[in-house]
């Protein structure tokens, strides 16, 4: 049973432009969500991440938006840089002592 | 500032031969530490949490133990590997719910 899900495999998006990322969970009990970015060969890198008590949260050029009646939350990237060309992966939590549900990930590709 | 190291980066072994990979966190006390495997295509699924020394909870059933023999210091562990073992083991670290995890750069392991 997959609780996080990330139905987008890959996103190519243009320098300059926004990229949004998109996240779908089905357990109504998570309350943290997190953002990780991923380069080959390398471990997750934290981005940014949102609590359930929350429906936005800022960073620089990161934004995480929650839905929490849809179950759905998003990262949009603006202005998105070729730098920001990985693997995004969404994660949530609800259970001690922290435990990370990850989505599949969604592979982006901004190009000049 | 803490620091996680994971070792060996990559590893190639046979059918049937043991394994131990390690992960050491420095510069914090009383970690929850964590092991994930990336398998190919796929999310990150936890494998084994642990919250303090000689502490360990398993996730899944499989053919994998881990332990915790020191404080900032989880060991994930093999008596004979399968074909299926083969995949990318990350470690993490985190302090309590609600905060971030932060990754190891992983260990790729083969299994031939």
């Known amino acids: 049973d997959q609780q996080v899900k990330q139905n987008s495999p890959s996103l190519s998006v243009q320098e300059g432009r926004i990229s949004i990322l998109n996240c779908d969970y089905t357990n109504s009990m998570f309350d943290y969500f997190l953002w990780y970015k991923k380069y080959p060969a390398e471990g997750p890198t934290f981005l940014i991440s949102?609590?359930?008590?929350?429906d936005k949260n800022e960073d620089g050029r990161f934004t995480v938006f929650l839905n929490k009646s849809a179950k759905h939350l998003s990262l949009h990237i603006v202005p998105s840089q070729p730098g920001d060309s990985a693997v995004y992966f969404c994660a949530a939590s609800a259970i001690l002592p922290g435990k990370l549900i990850f989505g599949t990930g969604t592979r982006l590709q901004v190009f000049p | 500032s803490q620091t996680i190291h994971q070792w060996p980066a990559t590893l190639v072994q046979p059918v049937g031969s043991p394994l131990s990979l390690e992960c050491t966190v420095e510069?914090?006390?009383?970690?929850?530490l964590y092991w994930y495997r990336q398998a190919a295509g796929r999310g990150l699924q936890l494998l084994f949490y642990?919250?303090?020394?000689?502490?360990i909870s398993s996730e899944v059933p499989q053919n994998l133990s881990a332990s915790r023999p020191q404080d900032r210091q989880f060991i994930l562990s093999s008596k004979k590997l399968l074909l299926s073992d083969s995949g990318f083991y990350l470690c993490a670290w985190g302090r309590q719910n609600n905060q971030p995890q932060h990754f190891g750069d992983g260990t790729r392991l083969s299994i031939l």
């Open positions: 510069g914090t006390s009383n970690p929850n």
């Open positions: 949102i609590s359930s008590i929350k």
């Open positions: 642990s919250v303090g020394i000689g502490q």
